[in-house]
């Protein structure tokens, strides 16, 4: 199969925009929280961004198969047979959406052989959109339509900035983080906190603990392409997606510079 992924962009991120619109309608009318079967929480915007978003992507690539966290995944003897295939979330963040602070997202990306190879992640709120891929380049877009060349911050030097989530850090995150240099927290919620890496606004986003692929894919690719890395802590490699019957990943971190030497002090044991 031939994909032009660079002509896939724009047509993504038009994509993207309308589902953040999508959002934006349920986030200022009103909403309920129901319970999907893992007791996570889900609204009406989660399911509407959903369609828009599916509706759109089976009109732009009708051959390739889409993996999104609203509906069930296909089991992995029909996925592990994809070379191509879209993995999104179309509200990351929905905890964030439900307490109003704004830092929610739209999720895009494309895979290529288990490398996310297209991203776009868009903030409805604020009007922000983060895109590109390797080869591709990464960018950052403004509400106005003013866009920018993205690139990670290299050779940083104290304090470094550690971008966490909003939620108090548990006791082994607390210990990981006595474990670097001199460092300064932000936080943010959703993918936002990769893409502020990505933009040279931060230089280390640690997750200990479970997160899923879809949350990870499509900031994956606009990171690398603007010189930074998603790797999984214990090999110190960039993740590849759709590798097993799980899309449930553990202990990763995204870095702005993967040759600074300086965040590896992460790992349980010192790197040689």
């Known amino acids: 199969m031939t994909i032009s992924v660079p002509a896939l962009l724009e047509p993504v991120l038009a994509v993207a925009r309308k589902a953040g619109d999508s959002i934006l309608e349920v ?3 009103g909403f309920t929280v129901d319970r999907k079967d893992d007791d996570s929480p889900v609204t009406a915007a989660d399911e509407a961004a959903n369609q828009l978003i599916i ?3 089976s009109r732009l690539t009708p051959s390739l ?28 963040g929905t905890r964030e959406f439900i307490r109003r602070n704004g830092q929610f997202a739209v999720n895009i990306a494309l895979i290529e052989d288990g490398r996310p190879v297209l991203g776009v992640v868009h903030a409805p709120t604020d009007g922000r959109s983060w895109f590109g891929g390797p080869g591709i380049g990464a960018f950052h877009e403004t509400r106005n339509g003013s866009r920018s060349v993205i690139q990670t911050r290299r050779h940083a030097s104290p304090p470094y900035r550690v971008v ?13 983080l006595a474990r670097l240099p001199e460092h300064e927290i932000l936080h943010c919620g959703s993918s936002i906190k990769i893409c502020l890496i990505a933009e040279g606004e931060a230089d280390l986003f640690p997750r200990l603990g479970p997160i899923s692929e879809w949350d990870l894919a499509a ?3 606009i990171l690398e392409a603007a010189g930074g890395g998603v790797l999984d802590l214990g090999q110190l490699a960039p993740l590849r997606y759709n590798q097993r019957s799980s899309l449930t990943l553990r202990d990763v971190v995204a870095v702005g510079d993967p040759d600074a030497r300086w965040w590896q002090c992460l790992q349980s044991e010192p790197v040689a």
């Open 219 to 221: 900031p994956q690719a």
């Open 55 to 57: 509706r759109a992507l």
């Open 27 to 29: 986030y200022q009318s």
């Open 65 to 92: 198969p889409v993996i999104s966290e609203e509906q069930p995944v296909p089991t992995w003897r029909r996925r592990q047979t994809w070379s191509f295939y879209w993995l999104l979330d179309p509200l990351d």
């Open 164 to 176: 966490l989530g909003r939620s108090r850090p548990r006791p082994h995150v607390r210990d990981m």
